[in-house]
């Protein structure tokens, strides 16, 4: 059994139990390969968090890392896919057995409500970037002397942009809130209401 909760503008599915396997993610797959390509490696993070991102080079506080992308799912399709909401179509049957062929999770951990009844779903590591990977940290680190940096070192914008065909798009991207030094793990703030 699965339960949902809203993260800022992101949805995640919890599982009832602590004990969820999750599916292993080849080093061949897109969601690797744009990380590499990006300057970030994937590899396990500490602290039981699972694979996390990290910067292979220092990064400047203000520079856009990277492009949180995945499959574009309408609301009817995540009602069906993820929630239980609504009757699956065979669509959402195929690609429920594409998922399950392919070795992709089908959680919900990855959406992104993009708003007018769109989200990004950035599981299906074939198709998403290396943002999936980045994990959870604390907004701010406050210390008697100020913001002392923190482990939160990225938020997610929303831009919009126009595709080759002039139509506008949503799009979702990771900027660094301060100055990351290489090694460290990219994370942002998934929102008090996750926790």
Known sequence: MHYLRVIGVAFCSLSSSDDVSRPIIPSDSF??????????????APDGKGMGAFSTVAIEKGTTLGE?????????????????????????????????????????????????????????????????????????????????????????????SWDEDESQQLRLYMVALRDIEPQEEICYDYGGEYW
């Open 68 to 160: 949180y992308t995945g499959e574009v799912l309408t609301r009817a399709e995540v009602e069906a896919r993820y929630w239980g909401t609504r009757k699956e179509s065979t669509n959402d049957r195929k690609w429920r057995k594409s998922r399950g062929r392919r070795n992709q999770g089908i959680s919900g951990d990855y959406l992104f409500d993009m708003g007018n009844d769109l989200f990004i779903d950035g599981e299906d590591a074939d198709v998403s970037s290396w943002c999936r990977f980045a994990n959870h940290a604390d907004e701010l680190n406050d210390s008697d002397e100020g913001f002392d940096g923190g482990a939160c070192n990225t938020e997610m914008i929303r831009r919009l």
């Open 31 to 44: 969601a690797h390969q744009s990380g590499f390509v990006g300057g970030f490696e994937i590899r396990p």
